[in-house]
């Protein structure tokens, strides 16, 4: 575990965590590779949030109600993993049924390298649309699991 500066390479949104499994199971961003893990996500259990991984500068505009857009200071981030520790063999990211009870933060969905050599980040339009989306739902804060990565 590492406490990383945000604002410098990324920013994080943290949203509760049963609204952030809500837009991972549905597979908003479906066309961004969420769907394979292709956004990188921290989950703290401690603090019942998901913290999903966005370009410099997303603060400046963020506006989801119930989520904040962490831009300056600290967050802790834990050391990534190759296999995805919160899945089952062949099981996707998205799937509802891939639930996570690891009482330490964890990466339900690692980072990814693209082949420039950056990490790919959360898309926060379609971000936004996925909360918004998800909010909308009645069964988004009542899932069961949901709030574990």
């Known amino acids: 575990m590492a406490l990383l500066p945000t604002g410098r390479r990324w920013e994080a949104v943290r949203v509760p965590g049963r609204l952030g499994q809500a837009v991972i199971a549905r597979g908003f961003a479906r066309s961004m590779g969420i769907e394979v893990g292709g956004w990188p996500v921290i ?3 401690a603090e019942g949030t998901l913290s999903f991984l966005v370009p410099v500068g997303t603060g400046a505009t ?3 109600p119930g989520t904040v857009c962490l831009s300056d200071g600290p967050v802790p981030v834990p ?3 190759v296999d995805g520790p919160c899945m089952a063999e062949g099981q996707p ?3 509802s049924t891939a639930r996570c009870d690891l009482p330490v933060p964890h990466w339900p969905q690692p980072p990814l390298v693209a ?3 950056d990490v790919v980040l959360t898309d926060p339009v379609l971000l936004a649309q996925g909360l918004q989306s998800a909010a909308a739902q009645p069964d988004a804060t009542t899932a069961r699991g949901a709030g574990r990565g």
């Open 43 to 45: 989950c703290d259990p």
């Open 62 to 64: 963020w506006a989801v």
């Open 79 to 81: 050391a990534p993993t």
């Open 93 to 95: 990211v998205a799937d």
């Open 115 to 117: 082949l420039a050599g």
